[in-house]
Every structure is written in structure tokens, then in C-alpha cells.
């Protein structure tokens, strides 16, 4: 199976930047499509973007777009979500998945990472 570890999350006042990594291992990674969620306090899991195996097609929740950044390095089997502008709303914790190219939905999860935005 797929294991994800995501790193990069911290504090950070709004308007500022921050990089979130997550790396891939085991199971087929090169195959694999990926994604960004986030989960605020008392709300659901929502998706951030998308990124397919390739790189080719990356996708964004309309809230982060122009804002946020996705990326792969498959070189190195790690996925990134760039973010700038940030801001309070942003604050969240944040998923890193993916899921075979043909699957219909993400079945590997990493642990989360805290991301917090400060006024």
C-alpha cells in the first residue's frame, strides 16, 4: 500500500507563505494521482486541488486558486502544496492522498499536518 507523510505545516500570520511536502512510499507511487484536502475545526474535509500521475492536469478548489499551488516531483515521489496569501480561513488541518489512476476515489491518507493562520 501507498504510505503518505506530509510535513511543512506550521504558524503563520496572514498574508504569508507556506510550503507543505508529502512524500510518497511504497506501493505504486508512479502511478498514483494525488490531491490536497483540509479539515477546519467543525467542518468537513474539503478538497484543496488535484494533481494527476503525470503532473499534467492539476485542479483547485475555487476559494485557492491563484493562491495556491500544486505540484509533483515524481523523481523523488513527493507531492507539494505551495501557499501564499494566506489567510485566517485557511486554517486547517491538512491531507495529503492519493489513489491509483483508474480509482474512483482516494484510498491512502497521511497522518494531517496543522496549518494556522494568524490575523
Known amino acids: 500500500q501507498v504510505q503518505l507523510v506530509e510535513s511543512g505545516g506550521g504558524l503563520v500570520q496572514a498574508g504569508g507563505s507556506l510550503r507543505l511536502s508529502c512524500a510518497a512510499s511504497r506501493g505504486p507511487v508512479a502511478g498514483v494521482d494525488m490531491a490536497w484536502f483540509r479539515q477546519a475545526p467543525g467542518k468537513k474535509r474539503e478538497l484543496v486541488g488535484s494533481?494527476?500521475?503525470?503532473?499534467?492536469?492539476?485542479v483547485y478548489e475555487d476559494s485557492v486558486k491563484g493562491r495556491f499551488t500544486i505540484s509533483r516531483d515524481n523523481a523523488r515521489n513527493t507531492v507539494y502544496l505551495e501557499m501564499s496569501s494566506l489567510k485566517t480561513e485557511d486554517t486547517a488541518v491538512y491531507y495529503c492522498?492519493?489513489?491509483?489512476?483508474?480509482?474512483?476515489?482516494?484510498?491512502?491518507w497521511g497522518q494531517g499536518t496543522q496549518v494556522t493562520v494568524s490575523s
Open positions: 494533481i494527476n500521475r503525470t503532473g499534467g492536469n492539476v
Open positions: 492522498a492519493a489513489k491509483l489512476w483508474f480509482a474512483p476515489q482516494y484510498d491512502y
